[in-house]
């Protein structure tokens, strides 16, 4: 169903928001952020947030990274990892894998601080959302691996608000 004008029969498109970020890397180590704005102010995720229009999801990422950590990247052409369908929300989730060009990040108007983290040292437990989640257990399984293939999730939140996500797409990477 859509939203039509029943004047001019014109369409009200209401259209899934991009949300887009990156898995930034130094050595063995992700850079995450701590949130400073709601939702889940506190708690860590990795450098995201909503792609502007005029840029592509690269770009956006890019921004988001910059904006949120102070952070530049060197990003490869494989740079694509994670995807995730949120329909519940009209959300979509892009993450690429980049690098740190250099160690000079800071913390951003969205971030109370942004710091490095080896595999052992990731807060689980503080980190704010699912995808933030998969994404890193996926980084450090497929960093053992030096394989890094391209994923395509499906998340879907049942009555109880339990979550389930859905593998739905794999590369050959």
Not at 60 to 89: C, H, M
Not at 92 to 111: H, I, K, P, T, W
Not at 115 to 122: A, C, G, N, R, V
């Amino acid at each position: 169903m859509r939203h039509c004008c029943e004047a001019c029969d014109s369409i009200f498109y209401q259209n899934p928001n991009n949300v887009v970020g990156t898995l930034p890397i130094f050595e063995d180590k992700v850079l995450l952020c701590k949130r400073a704005i709601e939702p889940r102010l506190g708690k860590w995720t990795l450098p995201a947030g909503f792609m502007e229009n005029g840029e592509s999801s690269l770009e956006g990422a890019v921004r988001e990274t910059r904006e949120e950590a102070g952070a530049e990247l060197i990003v490869r052409d494989d740079s694509l990892y994670t995807i995730f369908n949120l329909p519940k929300i009209n959300q979509v989730y892009l993450f690429f894998r980049a690098e740190l060009a250099n160690l000079d990040f800071a913390a951003g108007a969205e971030s109370l601080e942004v710091e490095l983290f080896s595999e052992e040292e990731i807060p689980w437990d503080e980190l704010a959302f699912p995808v933030v989640v998969s994404t890193l257990k996926h980084y450090f399984e497929d960093r053992r691996q030096q394989r890094y293939p391209v994923r395509m999730f499906d998340v879907h939140y049942s009555p109880e608000r339990k979550i389930s996500t859905t593998l739905i797409s794999l590369s050959n990477a």
